[in-house]
């Protein structure tokens, strides 16, 4: 069974940082994606990057909203993958969420993610 645990989040000052981690269990597929998401109240979730176990690549949503500013990493030791968050906005307040793409389309559409975490809140106060 498939378990993905996001942690990390919290609540913060604008301008501040917080690293959120997702640590996968379960795993069989040899060729998948990872990606990060954010659902903030009323809004759609939104793709924020995404991991490709193909050939490592990242990539970022074309977003002016999270460019620059957040960045995803990986530890495949520990099954686990990190978004860091810096100079964060009252805008980034959302649950933040880590989901798997068995089928490796490496996108960030929702719909195609297979399994998903149970989301991390963050709050970032003004």
């Known amino acids: 069974e498939v378990q993905l645990q996001a942690s990390g989040g919290g609540l913060v000052q604008a301008g501040g940082s917080l690293r959120l981690s997702c640590a996968a269990s379960?795993?069989?597929?040899?060729?998948?994606?990872i990606a990060w998401f954010r659902q903030a109240p009323g809004e759609e979730r939104e793709g924020i990057s995404v991991?490709?176990?193909?050939?490592?690549?990242?990539?970022?949503a074309d977003s002016d909203s999270v460019k620059g500013r957040f960045t995803m990493s990986t530890d495949n030791a520990k099954n686990t993958v990190y978004l860091q968050m810096n100079s964060l906005k009252p805008e980034d307040t959302a649950v933040y969420y880590c989901?798997?793409?068995?089928?490796?389309?490496?996108?960030?559409?929702?719909?195609?993610?297979?399994?998903w975490g149970q989301g991390t809140q963050v709050t970032v106060s003004s």
């Open positions: 989901a798997v793409d068995r089928h490796n389309l490496a996108t960030m559409v929702a719909e195609v993610y297979d399994y």
């Open positions: 379960g795993f069989t597929f040899d060729n998948y994606a």
């Open positions: 991991y490709s176990s193909k050939d490592g690549y990242i990539d970022y």
